[in-house]
């Protein structure tokens, strides 16, 4: 059985997604009408958008794990620092990127919104 709080479970069913390049497990962890916004650009996606740049980022950075996962539990969500890491297939370096990630959960137990703030200068080496 699972003790860990509902809200980190959402949030280890995303890294796990992450980790295996697999998006199919998005649409049951997000409302259906779920947002997603980045700081570097601004711009918010729905969950199917988010689940073709979560693929993209399987293609060109291999053996992603996050660590130093840093979690604190609000009323209504859950806020989650932590290291993406991998190896740009390209290039073969490793790469790294800082994020924090504020999520919102709706009445459903299902993620609403996810606001992610990322180093905008690590995550170029996620793509180059």
């Not at 390209?90 to 990127?97: A, D, F, I, Q, T």
Request: a negative charge; hydrophobic letters at 40%.
């Amino acid at each position: 059985m699972n003790d860990r709080h509902p809200h980190v479970q959402l949030l280890d069913r995303i890294i796990a997604a992450a980790e295996a390049g697999d998006p199919t497990d998005l649409a049951e962890i997000y409302a259906p009408d779920g947002v997603i916004w980045h700081n570097h650009d601004g711009v918010e996606q729905t969950v199917e958008e988010n689940a073709r740049v979560l693929t993209g980022i399987a293609k060109r950075v291999t053996d992603r794990r996050y660590t130093d996962r840093r979690i604190q539990l609000f009323d209504g969500g859950v806020v989650q620092q932590h290291v993406l890491r991998g190896t740009n297939v390209r290039s073969g370096e490793p790469v790294e990127l800082h994020a924090c990630v504020v999520v919102t959960v709706n009445e459903d137990g299902r993620i609403a919104r996810l606001d992610e703030y990322i180093d905008s200068a690590e995550a170029a080496r996620f793509s180059g």
